[in-house]
């Protein structure tokens, strides 16, 4: 739910904060007599608000912020009852560390990074199936595939290691990819392209390229603690480092020292290492921490005050580092994967959790993988994202949208899940 900010209040219907002088005065509370049977009637408008209600409400009514809360909410309720699943064995070398996806002239396309520095890229085609998948660049020996960043037609990918690489490929293009070197850095943690600008988080440093496609200098940005999240935002770049500290650098003033950001967040708490940032709404950002806290920040009072302003309540970590975490703009949702082999949803906006009725007790939700690997695709099978419980926790995920709708990815060892999110799993009678 929004945090209480001194002076100003919370409205749910215009969804913003206004001045508390601006407040309209509260009705007369009801007497004594009448409360327990205006308690009972809101009991029963509560409980009467069933989907098919719902859904009647949303087309009858004029209101234009309560249609959109309510259609929201039948969104929430159609991605909480995702079953259809298509889970396919992916033949990598080592296990899946990165998985990212994209359209280009009408053509989807996968890129795998897997734990012994492999590259691998999936074209949905009639003619290609994924036992043919073979590896077509290794980064570093035995080093994992920490991040790949997709933006327009660029890709790139970055490793862990004593020597830093970078792979940057042209998708459209038939030409294989080049490699970029930077002396005296080592294990990018993570990447973030936008355009051709391109920024890394490295050693106790940020690392930003203006241009990956020119020979210019690369600027370096102390952080003096190991970057784990980056995020570029036009001429802003945001990092988050393994020391707790968020920090903001602009890359037109040339300075090498950034803004710190939320900083008093720690004087009443321990500190605890960011893995994930990412700004939305123009004015706020979300974070995520290793101590599981998941939650949004005003930029504008970077200073003032620490408190989120939301907060995604039931995320599970305490020490995991790596941990799928993928945003549906689009709809407004954001999925985190947990520390305990399970994956949530919340609305980006709100925080309110999906949720719907767990499925019977009685069948099984935890996923048999065998440990041998068996070539295979299962197209259209029954599967919830948010019921299962994987066999280890999922370490890349991602949200896209396609012509068949938008679907929640999430890759566990060899196993790559694609749920379609908001479609039910009809079987075909045989």
């Not at 309540?313 to 995991?320: L, Q």
């Not at 985190?336 to 082999?341: K, V």
Request: proline share 6%.
């Amino acid at each position: 739910m929004p945090a209480e900010l001194p002076g100003l209040y919370w409205d749910e219907a215009r969804n913003r904060y206004f001045p508390i002088s601006s407040k309209p005065k509260q009705p007369n509370p009801p007497s004594t007599t009448s409360k327990g049977s205006h308690t009972t009637q809101s009991v029963k408008r509560r409980r009467s608000h069933t989907p098919w209600r719902t859904n009647g409400i949303v087309r009858g009514t004029w209101n234009y912020c309560l249609r959109e809360r309510l259609t929201y909410e039948l969104l929430s309720l159609q991605y909480a009852t995702t079953s259809r699943l298509n889970h396919t064995h992916v033949p990598t070398l080592g296990r899946i560390k990165s998985f990212s996806t994209a359209t280009l002239n009408g053509e989807n396309k996968r890129l795998i990074g897997d734990d012994q520095g492999w590259l691998y890229s999936y074209r949905e085609e009639s003619s290609q199936d994924w036992d043919e998948l073979n590896p077509e660049l290794n980064l570093h020996p035995l080093s994992e595939v920490s991040s790949i960043s997709i933006s327009g037609p660029l890709c790139v990918a970055t490793c862990l290691g004593p020597f830093a690489k970078v792979a940057v490929q042209d998708l459209t293009a038939s030409g294989g990819a080049y490699i970029l070197n930077f002396n005296g850095t080592h294990d990018i943690w993570a990447s973030h392209l936008q355009g051709h600008k391109l920024v890394l988080g490295a050693n106790q440093k940020a690392v930003y390229l203006s241009d990956v496609d020119s020979n210019r200098a690369p600027q370096f940005l102390n952080t003096n603690s190991d970057v784990f999240a980056v995020f570029l935002q036009d001429n802003l770049i945001y990092t988050g480092a393994r020391n707790g500290t968020i920090q903001r650098f602009d890359t037109r003033s040339g300075k090498q020292r950034g803004q710190k950001l939320f900083e008093s967040r720690f004087f009443d708490a321990p500190r605890s290492s960011v893995l994930h940032l990412e700004p939305i709404r123009d004015s706020q950002l979300f974070v995520s921490q290793m101590n599981g806290d998941l939650a949004c920040f005003d930029l504008r009072f970077p200073g003032l005050s620490s408190n989120p302003v939301v907060q995604y309540e039931g995320h599970v970590n305490s020490y995991t580092q790596r941990l799928g975490i993928a945003f549906d703009h689009t709809e407004g949702f954001v999925f985190a994967a947990g520390q305990d082999c399970r994956i949530r949803g919340w609305s980006l906006h709100t925080g309110a959790p999906i949720t719907s009725t767990p499925p019977d007790p009685t069948v099984k939700t935890t996923l048999n993988i065998p440990v041998s690997a068996v070539h295979r695709t299962e197209a259209n099978v029954e599967g919830n994202p948010f019921f299962t419980t994987f066999p280890h926790p999922i370490e890349t995920m991602e949200v896209s949208t396609e012509a068949g709708g938008s679907s929640l990815w999430a890759a566990c060892d060899h196993e790559l899940f694609q749920y379609h999110l908001g479609q039910r799993w009809i079987p075909v009678a045989q």
